[in-house]
């Protein structure tokens, strides 16, 4: 664990026990998107591709039409 991060544990520790578990809630919450985000961006990779090439495609041809 990084020192920040156990001085931040250390101060959450002095709140009082409904105040903790909603930051800890929070912190589990944000955790679990940012996991499901990261999943679905790796999931997303060949899609995000094909779209770009298709942008390239439609772009190289706008040029040659003008």
């Given amino acids: ?24 809630s929070w912190v589990l919450d944000e955790l679990a998107s940012e996991a499901r985000w990261t999943d679905a961006f790796a999931k997303s990779l060949d899609k995000l591709a094909r779209l770009a090439e298709e942008a390239r495609a439609e772009f190289r041809q706008n040029s040659i039409s003008k």
């Fill in 1 to 24: 664990m990084t020192e920040l991060l156990q001085k931040a544990f250390d101060e959450a520790a002095k709140l009082p026990r409904e105040e903790q578990d909603a930051l800890a």
